[in-house]
């Protein structure tokens, strides 16, 4: 039975936005590769850290979420380990609540989308 997950990583701020994104990439691959089923990513962009972390006071995140087997997991996790462009990171299991959560959550995201591209329409 698959499992939903999502997981959130922080990359150093020192990263171009070539290297950021094939460090994305890298990820998402590893998921498909393994049998995950992606479900939603969100690309939070340049964030302040709450505490300094090797020196950084700030990085990038990544949420992805995906649908997988629990033994996935740590492998993603392993892969997150020996990459060292990566600052912190955090998988977790959603509950069927977690999940609703999850879903309203991006039905909102969606329907800010849709408004702007009608406001930037309107405008023109």
């Not at 998921?31 to 006071?57: D, F, H, M, R, T």
């Not at 879903?103 to 309107?122: C, D, F, L, S």
Request: glycine fraction near 4%; aromatic fraction near 12%; avoid cysteine.
């Amino acid at each position: 039975m698959l499992n939903n997950y999502e997981t959130v990583f922080i990359m150093t701020p020192v990263l171009s936005d070539d290297q950021m994104k094939e460090t994305v990439k890298k990820f998402q691959s590893f998921l498909k590769e393994k049998g995950a089923e992606i479900v939603y990513e969100n690309n939070w962009g340049l964030k302040k850290l709450a505490y300094p972390i090797q020196k950084k006071s700030t990085g990038f995140y990544y949420l992805i979420e995906f649908k997988a087997e629990g033994t996935l997991v740590a492998e993603l996790e392993t892969s997150y380990k020996r990459d060292e462009r990566l600052l912190r990171f955090l998988t977790v299991k959603l509950d069927k609540h977690a999940i609703a959560y999850s879903e309203k959550r991006r039905n909102i995201a969606i329907g800010k989308k849709i408004e702007a591209k009608v406001e930037t329409t309107e405008s023109i």
